[in-house]
């Protein structure tokens, strides 16, 4: 950037690049919509106001000009798409800047499926930013295929483009002062801390903020988002496929605490992505729901550049990045155009840049079970009772309940009249040959059975069915594919959707991954579920940092207690 010409551009001496015309732009520092036109030399705005000298002029006709949207806690992997066919979906959107930790490819390939993800965004028109995974793997209670100590820590925190250190899933760590999680913390320091901690309340609450974390994006009841804004945290406000949280969190949203809020999707489907959108469908919905469209913008752009200190990013001003979003309509918040960079990169919701595709090769074949039989999906009773993880819909939180197990020939099976499903989870990193067993309520299954290698944080494979015969065939059909998903039922497989990237993403287009995730969900419903994202509701079952009760490749764990249990 030759910044002496940004200035005289700035000043109206010499000619803009591009001036965007007759915009009446949103100011995200004092709410206020302009009628100006904006001048932009190179990557930057010039300046705002009455520019009229330029190489190129479009005019905005009246359009709003808003700053392109930051998404400011994602697991783009939970898309299940790679990483230019997530820019297809995400960037027509108008959002054009991720911060993300990538904990879910580096719990399967450590640094270098980290570095797969960055080398392939660096080609493509939006901004990703890093956070170092805190917690890879996230607890002791399950088998991940890497493990990032404080040492590779160190070396990520270095990397261009980091911005510190991503969510502490390990509350119960830091909670114990347990010396590695407080390490890698200290390793962050002067850089920002990401939070975790569903449920965590009182002096536990101020004991995790103390240790340096400064964000939250697990609250559930808007009474646990009051106390942690109370204590110094900024919330962020979840709304993804599986985690609804912006209808209980919105009143949290006031002239007077709003700069401490943001908008998050956490886990967003690639089905979500291309019918409902990315941030915008969460800005859309807050609208909706009665919030002010500046204000809305304002938690999805400036708010978070400030918050993780992205210097040029978050508003329509002098100096700043010229990514921007086009709309005819606020209230409605459909993007006309993109630009980003100054350049025009989508329109009309279609995208207008080519799509870079890796052709790394070592993310392929993560699959690496140890070979057993059906046998092995044997559950044994304990007692005439069994602990029973039960969904919560709309959450991602688990309740811990008992009930009475159905028990066949000295088996516990399926009692699909009361909803009681049987859930395995099968390591696939290490042929370690471990298999969780326990049961689940809440999917609705009559028939069949559903499997995934997506599975929170560790990616093992897991599967949730009425029999064993069908689950063995789901498992075996997503160890056959190198990962994925897959519905199986009458003993044989109706439907799969290859992820060969890290059993975690498609090699296909974002359109053929929506069909084929469509047709499983489709399926699915007709076995049974009445789940909205069955898939990604059971992608969560295995992560034992959610509470109540969880199932690994290792057990049942007791989330509140952090143990695993019979």
Request: hydrophobic content about 45%.
């Amino acid at each position: 950037m030759d910044l002496a010409r940004l200035i005289s551009v700035a000043k109206g001496k010499l000619p803009a690049d591009l001036i965007l015309a007759n915009a009446r732009v949103v100011n995200v520092f004092n709410g206020e919509i302009e009628a100006v036109n904006v001048a932009v030399y190179g990557d930057r705005i010039a300046g705002v106001g009455d520019y009229r000298q330029s190489k190129d002029v479009l005019d905005l006709d009246g359009r709003y000009l808003a700053p392109a949207l930051i998404n400011g806690h994602t697991h783009l992997e939970s898309s299940m798409l790679d990483v230019g066919q997530y820019a297809r979906a995400v960037v027509p959107r108008g959002t054009l800047a991720v911060v993300t930790d990538l904990h879910e490819i580096a719990n399967v390939s450590g640094l270098e499926g980290m570095r797969y993800v960055l080398d392939c965004a660096r080609r493509l028109p939006f901004e990703l930013f890093l956070q170092a995974p805190s917690c890879v793997p996230a607890t002791d209670l399950e088998t991940s295929g890497a493990n990032l100590d404080a040492a590779a820590i160190r070396r990520v925190l270095r990397w261009r483009g980091v911005t510190g250190l991503g969510e502490v899933m390990n509350f119960p760590g830091v909670l114990a002062g347990d010396a590695g999680v407080l390490s890698k913390i200290a390793l962050a320091h002067g850089k920002i801390v990401d939070g975790h901690a569903p449920g965590v309340t009182g002096p536990d609450l101020n004991a995790y903020i103390a240790a340096g974390i400064r964000s939250d994006h697990e609250s559930v009841s808007l009474e646990e988002a009051r106390e942690k804004l109370r204590r110094g945290m900024y919330v962020m406000i979840r709304e993804g496929s599986s985690e609804k949280n912006l209808e209980a969190l919105l009143p949290l949203v006031t002239d007077k605490t709003y700069k401490r809020c943001l908008f998050v999707v956490d886990d967003r489907s690639c089905v979500d992505l291309l019918q409902d959108g990315d941030i915008d469908a969460v800005v859309r919905q807050a609208i909706d729901r009665g919030l002010d469209p500046v204000r809305a913008i304002q938690l999805a752009t400036i708010n978070p550049a400030e918050y993780f200190r992205l210097d040029g990013l978050g508003a329509v001003a002098p100096g700043y990045m010229a990514n921007l979003i086009a709309l005819s309509n606020l209230a409605t918040f459909q993007a006309d155009m993109v630009f980003y960079r100054g350049h025009l990169v989508a329109k009309e919701g279609k995208p207008l840049f080519s799509v870079y595709q890796s052709r790394n090769r070592k993310l392929r074949r993560t699959m690496n079970i140890k070979p057993f039989d059906i046998g092995a999906l044997r559950l044994v009773p304990s007692g005439e009772t069994g602990l029973v993880i039960e969904v919560v819909p709309g959450q991602i939180v688990t309740r811990k309940v008992r009930e009475r197990v159905r028990v066949v020939d000295g088996t516990v099976v399926a009692d699909t009249e009361r909803d009681v499903l049987k859930l395995v989870v099968v390591e696939r990193h290490r042929a370690t040959g471990n298999i969780g067993l326990g049961l689940v309520r809440g999917f609705g299954l009559k028939q069949g059975a559903l499997a995934s290698s997506v599975a929170h944080d560790a990616h093992n494979v897991i599967a949730v069915g009425t029999n064993d015969t069908d689950i063995f065939t789901a498992i075996k059909e997503i160890e056959r594919i190198e990962g994925g998903l897959a519905v199986a039922s009458g003993g044989r497989v109706l439907v799969s959707l290859p992820l060969p990237v890290a059993g975690l993403l498609s090699d296909e287009p974002l359109e053929t991954v929506v069909d084929r995730l469509g047709k499983l969900e489709r399926l699915a419903g007709d076995l049974g579920t009445g789940l909205v994202s069955p898939f990604s509701t059971l992608s969560f079952l295995a992560l034992p940092v959610i509470p109540e009760l969880r199932l690994t490749d290792r057990g049942l764990v007791d989330v509140n207690a952090f143990r695993l249990v019979k």
